[in-house]
């Protein structure tokens, strides 16, 4: 078994040990996605808001009946500070209908549902802390956040599976670290099984 200090240091980012030693059971994973996670909406970078509201337009054209298309009630008023977001200031969406104002009726993000339809990148206009659920970065780790741990089977991990995690989170840590990053991250989980792992991957680091 792969023990939780075996992290992995990428750039900026510390890969937590259970990236690596923890992960799905057959037919679980994101790709299930029941998208409760999205209910109570999220904390998004103030770059993030911005690059929103200059798509307001498109994505007002892609909100259904349960939500509000007055862009003026899609944030909340008050900005936080956090230092893993990149301007090191972030700000919540608001819920509406119990729901992110974001989230449709069918429970799909109408902001990848402009992108997509746009022919962009689905994730052109996503925040990022969306993006990588259930994969979170807290004080510049990347581990998991365990908030529907044991409810919801898309959010549950165990030390018995079949897929680790950072490989189901595959695309959306890319997105995170690239793909050099996430090629370290496949050389780190190699020699971790091997049990040749030095714990640090000197290449990456900054």
Known sequence: MITPDKSLKIDSYTMSGELFGKGFPRGGGPCSCSSVCCEGGVYVDLHE??????????????????????????????????????????????????????????????????AVAEGMHKWAIKPLFCVLYPIEV????????????????????????????????????VHLVGAEGYE????????????????VNPAMKS
């Open 138 to 173: 807290t004080n510049g780790i990347v581990s998991f956040d365990e908030m529907l741990q044991n409810e919801e089977s898309c959010c549950t991990i165990g030390t018995s599976f079949e897929t680790p995690l950072f490989e189901a989170c595959r695309e959306e840590l």
């Open 49 to 114: 808001r911005e690059v929103i509201m200059a798509h307001r337009d498109l994505i007002i054209r892609h909100m259904d009946a349960t939500q509000t298309t007055e862009s003026s009630r899609w944030f909340e008023a008050d900005v936080a500070d956090d230092p893993d977001f990149q301007s090191g200031q972030c700000v919540g969406t608001q819920v509406i209908n119990d729901k992110c104002v974001f989230l449709d009726a069918g429970g799909r993000c109408s902001l990848q549902k402009a």
């Open 184 to 199: 370290a991250m496949e050389k780190h989980y190699a020699s971790l099984n091997s049990g040749q792992n030095s714990g």
